[in-house]
């Protein structure tokens, strides 16, 4: 399948700094790239949706000043944990969708802010 | 708003044939799909179906949706201790705007 890469695969920050994620699809063009986040033994949970050369659209509740994205290219989408606190520890995961059809999803990042 | 549930947990013996369901809620679902999550990773993308079909083979996997019910399932034959991990049905909402919305995820135990 196609592959979507995700760097850095962890990261541990500390309190009050911004961390950047990225998310690249390697073999197509992703015009569309999704964020998630997922904490422990849960399911994973919607934060925006990255459209490339245009704003992201967030989920309700997700502050759009908090995670910073950006979608310069079509095959790179960049988030970025501003001003982290351990609260903001978890895993981010990003995924991309071809035609609609299949969404593949990076390895995920590990954040850990401390 | 649109649903998904699966059942948490489930525990096979290898060789045997494990099957994990799940159901849904919103009837405008184009496409259904199961990812596998082994621990620390991403996600994988396993199989998807169309919902206009009622069954799709691939190997060891074989995807069932009744669509009447909103019901899918997930068949793993011969299940081995690798495939030990969590499974997410997934479907993607046509009245979300395309958006994947997941299951809590099965976590499947595969004991020797």
């Known amino acids: 399948g196609a592959v979507v890469s995700q760097h850095p695969s962890r990261v541990i920050c500390k309190s009050g700094t911004s961390v950047k994620i990225e998310c690249r699809s390697l073999?197509?063009?992703?015009?569309?790239m999704f964020w998630y986040r997922q904490f422990p033994k849960k399911s994973l949970m919607l934060m925006a949706t990255?459209?490339?050369?245009?704003?992201?659209?967030?989920e309700q509740g997700v502050e759009k000043d908090k995670f910073l994205i950006n979608h310069a290219s079509l095959t790179l989408s960049t988030l970025t944990v501003t001003s982290a606190h351990p609260e903001d520890s978890s895993f981010y995961i990003c995924?991309?969708?071809?035609?609609?059809?299949?969404?593949?999803f990076g390895q995920g990042t590990r954040l850990t802010v401390v | 708003g649109e649903d998904v549930e699966q059942s948490l947990f489930l525990s096979v013996r290898e060789g045997d044939s494990s099957v994990i369901n799940c159901t849904y809620t919103?009837?405008?679902?184009?496409?259904l799909y199961w990812y596998k999550q082994e621990p620390g990773a991403g996600l994988q993308l396993l199989t998807y179906?169309?919902?206009?079909?009622d069954m799709k083979q691939d190997q060891r996997l074989t995807v069932l949706l009744n669509k009447k019910d909103k019901h899918l399932s997930l068949r793993i034959a011969d299940t081995q201790t690798g495939d030990s991990a969590i499974y997410f049905c997934?479907?993607?909402?046509?009245?979300?705007?395309?958006?994947?919305?997941f299951g809590q995820g099965t976590e499947l135990s595969v004991k020797p």
């Open positions: 990255s459209n490339e050369g245009s704003k992201a659209t967030y």
């Open positions: 179906i169309f919902s206009n079909m």
């Open positions: 997934a479907e993607r909402s046509y009245n979300q705007g395309g958006k994947l919305i």
């Open positions: 995924s991309a969708d071809i035609s609609n059809t299949e969404a593949f």
């Open positions: 919103d009837s405008s679902s184009t496409y």
């Open positions: 073999d197509f063009q992703a015009t569309t």
